[in-house]
C-alpha cells in the first residue's frame, strides 16, 4: 500500500469516554486505511481528559488536562468533539472554528442549541463543521439528508432516533408490564442512564428532530422550536389499547413540511404515538434507529441501523473525520450550513394529528351521540368506532382523522369532564397509513 | 429568497428519456432551491436527442442532435448522461472529463466495464465523477460507502438491487405460478422490458455489485470480475420448495470481503438464493430495492427505497449535480476514486455458500446414508434434512452449512447421478441466518 509523504493531518480528540476510546483505537488500527482513503497520515495530537489515571487504553503521553491548550495548539488541524454537554464545549468549539480548525462533533445538543453561531464560526474562517454522528449513531443519514437529496424536495422525515426509549417502548409491547418497572429493568441492564431524563422525556430526541428539520427544510430549527413530549407518561393501559387496535407506540421525531394557502412552514414535533404493527417502523426494537425520508422525486426512503454506542458512533466519528482531513489536504471544503429557505415553524397547536381516545363510559343509550356530538362541535371527523359493553360499564374507541392537534386536544379535555365518561382509559396520537 | 450573482453553472444534459425528462423539469421548477443550494444558478446548455421532434416537453430551442458538439461545448461546466449503454456514451464521457467538464452520470453498465478509464480521465483534469442513479436508483446508497463509512472497514453488502427480477420473484412467491407466465404479465404491465436480458440474466445487477464491491472495498471490480446467475432457471418447486423451509427466493447481489490464512479478498456475486421470511429482505416487494451493509464498527445498517424510475432516479442525479456544481462554484472536487486496496477476486468456486437441496427418491431405506456419503466426501457438512415418503417415491430436503460453492456444486452433480436419486427437484444457495 503506497501511502503518499504528505504532511500528516493532526487531530485532537475531547474527551476519552465510550465513544471517544473507540475513536482512539480506530485511529490506530486502522492508520494505514485513513491514510490512503486521506491522501495523507491521520494522527492524534493529542486527547484531553479530566482525569488522565482512569484511561490506561490509549498511550500516556497523548493525554492531557489542557484542553484549551490543545484545541488552540497551532500543530492541530482537527478538533473531535466527544464530550457532550453546552458549556464549556460550546466556547471550546467557537475558539476551535474562529482559528481555522476543522470540527467533526457528535454533540447533538450543542448543535441544536447552538448550531447558528457555531456555524457563523465556521463560514468566518472557512472551517468544515460535520456532526453526522450527532444524529442516529451508525446510520448514515445526514449527509444524504445535506448532499444526496439536495436536488429533491424533503416532504417528511419521521422516525425513532431513541435507542433508551425504543428499548422501554419495546419491552412494555412485549411483556405488558408497567412504565416504571420497565424502566428500572432498562436501567439495570444499561439500557438507559441513572438520570434517564435526556432520554424519556424526549429531550434527546428532540435536538436530533431539529437536527433534522434545519437540513431537510434548509431552514435554522433549534431544540426550543421542537414540542417534546416523552414517554413517562405512557401505561400499560395505552400499550394494550394501541395492541389492540393492531398497532404499537413508537417515540416518533416527526419533520414535515406543510404547505397551507400556498404558505410553507415547517413542524417538528417529538411525542409517543400507536403506529400500524404493519408499518415497517414497527419492527424495529430494543435500541436500533430507523428514519423514514419522503422527497417528491425520490419516494419514501428509509434508513436502518444501530443508534448509539461506542463503536457505531465512532464509525460516523470517522467517516466525517476522513472527510475532513481530506478537505484539508485537497484545500477543498465541505458544503455549508444551508438555512436559505427561512421557513416559519408552526405552532403544536396548528400541527395536523389523528388521535386516539379510549374512554370507560356508562353502559346507556346515547353515550356515543354525546362523545360524537363533542368530537363535532370542535370540526373533528370521526374515523372509527369501537363500542364494548362490559356489564355496567361500557369501553369507547374512538379514532379520529386528521385535525388540528389543538382542536383534538380541545375535545379529548370536554369529553373527560362529561358524566357518562367514567375514565379516558388512553389518548395517543396515531401516524402512519391507516392498517 | 437572495440568489447570489454568480456565474451560472451550464449542464449539457446527454438523453431525454424517462430519467433525462425528469431532470430537465427538476433543473426548472427548483431552479431558485437549487441556485440556493449551489451558490449559483444552474442552467441547461443544451440536451442531446436523437430525435428532437419527439421531445414536446422541453424548450425547442435547447435539443440538439450534435452531441459531440453541446460535450466541448466551452460554454458547458458539467455533462449529465443519462443515455446509457457503453458506445458512443463512453467516447462522450471521456471526451468531456478530458476536457475538465465535471460528469454525473447513471450509466452502471459503463461504470463496471470502462469504470477505470473513466476515472483516469477524471483525474487527470481533476474533474468530478458522480455516479449516485447507477445503483437503487433514488437510495443514498453510493455516497454513504464512498463517505460516510470512510473510516470504517466495511465487510458486506448484500442487497436486492434490481426491481425487474424482484417482481418477477415476488409475484412468482406469491400466486405459485411459473417464471414464463410471469414474465409475460411483468412486460405487459411495464415491469419488465421487451428485451428483459439485462435485467432477468442478472447483468444489470451484476454492474452494481461491481459498482458497490469497488467502493466498499476500495478495488477495482469490474462486471467480468462478477460471478453472475439469472432468474430464468427458478421454477415454481424451487419457490415452493423455499416457501416449505419458510423462506423466500430473491436475487441477489452479494459483495464479501474475506480472510483466509491472513490475505484478503473479495468475493462478488450475483445469484437467486433463499433467505428467511423474517428477513429484513424477504419482505422488500415489487419493485423496491433494499441494500444491507455490515462494517466493524457500525454494524449492521440497511437502505430501502425506490431503485427505479424516471423521478426517483432523477432525484439521485440531481443530488449528484448539486454537488458537482457546489465544487465547481467553490473550486473544489469531491472525493476520487480509491483503489489502494486492490484485493483480489475470489472465484466463484472458493466462495464459502451454503446450499438447499430437493429431492425425489426411491423410498426404501438406506437412500439417506447414500446421500450423505456424498456430502461427507466432499467435505460438506450438513445442517438439516427432511425426509418424507410419498407412495413409492419420497422427497429429501437437505440444508448444508457452509462449504467452497465448487464442493457444493460437485456434491450436487454426484448426487443427481445416484441411480436411488429420481429426480433434483430444487437447487439453490441460502442466505441470511438459520431461522
Redesign the interface.
Known amino acids: 500500500?503506497?501511502v503518499s509523504r504528505t504532511k500528516p493531518v493532526r487531530v485532537a480528540l475531547l474527551g476519552c469516554g465510550t465513544v471517544g476510546s473507540?475513536v482512539a483505537r480506530?485511529l490506530h488500527e486502522?492508520a494505514d486505511?485513513?491514510a490512503?482513503?486521506v491522501g495523507a497520515p491521520v494522527e492524534l495530537a493529542g486527547i484531553a481528559v479530566r482525569r488522565p489515571n482512569r484511561h490506561r487504553d490509549v498511550p500516556a503521553d497523548l493525554l492531557t488536562t489542557d484542553v484549551d491548550g490543545l484545541v488552540t495548539d497551532d500543530g492541530v488541524d482537527v478538533v473531535v468533539e466527544v464530550i457532550g454537554g453546552i458549556e464549556p464545549t460550546r466556547t471550546l468549539l467557537l475558539k476551535a472554528l474562529s482559528a481555522g480548525r476543522s470540527v467533526v462533533t457528535a454533540n447533538k445538543a450543542l448543535l441544536a442549541e447552538c448550531g447558528a453561531e457555531l456555524f457563523a464560526a465556521a463560514d468566518a474562517s472557512g472551517a468544515d463543521l460535520y456532526f453526522?454522528a450527532a444524529v442516529a449513531g451508525?446510520?448514515?443519514l445526514l449527509?444524504?439528508l445535506r448532499?444526496?437529496?439536495?436536488?429533491?424536495?424533503i416532504t417528511r422525515v419521521m422516525g425513532i432516533v431513541n435507542g433508551t426509549t425504543n428499548y422501554i417502548l419495546s419491552a412494555m409491547d412485549a411483556t405488558g408490564a408497567a412504565y416504571g418497572e420497565t424502566l428500572d429493568e432498562a436501567t439495570r441492564l444499561g439500557y438507559a442512564e441513572a438520570d434517564p431524563t435526556a432520554d424519556v422525556d424526549g429531550y434527546d430526541a428532540a435536538s436530533k428532530a431539529a437536527i433534522l428539520a434545519s437540513l431537510a427544510f434548509?431552514t435554522r430549527v433549534t431544540s426550543a422550536d421542537v414540542h417534546r413530549e416523552g414517554i413517562a407518561g405512557i401505561t400499560a393501559a395505552d400499550v394494550a389499547a394501541a395492541r389492540a387496535l393492531g398497532r404499537t407506540v413508537k417515540l416518533l421525531a416527526i419533520c414535515e413540511r406543510v404547505t397551507e394557502n400556498g404558505e410553507e412552514s415547517v413542524s417538528v414535533r417529538v411525542h409517543p404515538a400507536m403506529i400500524p404493527r404493519s408499518h415497517?417502523l414497527a419492527g424495529v426494537g430494543g435500541a436500533f434507529n430507523a428514519v423514514f425520508v419522503e422527497?417528491?422525486?425520490?419516494?419514501?426512503?428509509?434508513?436502518?441501523?444501530?443508534g448509539a454506542?461506542g463503536?457505531?458512533t465512532?464509525?460516523?466519528?470517522?467517516?466525517?473525520?476522513?472527510?475532513v482531513a481530506?478537505?484539508r489536504v485537497?484545500?477543498?471544503?465541505g458544503?455549508r450550513e444551508?438555512a436559505?429557505?427561512d421557513l416559519p415553524v408552526r405552532p403544536m397547536g396548528e400541527a395536523r394529528t389523528r388521535y386516539h381516545v379510549s374512554l370507560d363510559v356508562a353502559d346507556r343509550p346515547g353515550v356515543l351521540a354525546q362523545v360524537a356530538a363533542v368530537f363535532a362541535e370542535h370540526d373533528v371527523s370521526i374515523a372509527a368506532v369501537r363500542q364494548e359493553g362490559r356489564s355496567a360499564d361500557a369501553s369507547l374507541v374512538i379514532v379520529t382523522h386528521t385535525a388540528p392537534d389543538a382542536a383534538l386536544r380541545s375535545t379529548v379535555d370536554k369529553i373527560a369532564g362529561l358524566p357518562i365518561v367514567r375514565e379516558v382509559v388512553s389518548v395517543m396520537r396515531v401516524e402512519g397509513a391507516e392498517p
Chains 1, 2 share one sequence.
Open positions: 500500500m503506497t473507540e480506530l486502522q486505511d485513513l490512503a482513503r453526522e451508525a446510520i448514515p449527509r444524504p448532499e444526496s437529496l439536495a436536488g429533491d424536495r434548509h415497517p422527497a417528491e422525486a425520490a419516494g419514501q426512503l428509509m434508513f436502518y441501523g444501530q454506542g463503536a457505531p465512532a464509525s460516523a466519528v470517522l467517516g466525517d473525520l476522513v472527510a481530506r478537505n485537497v484545500g477543498g471544503r458544503p444551508s436559505y429557505a
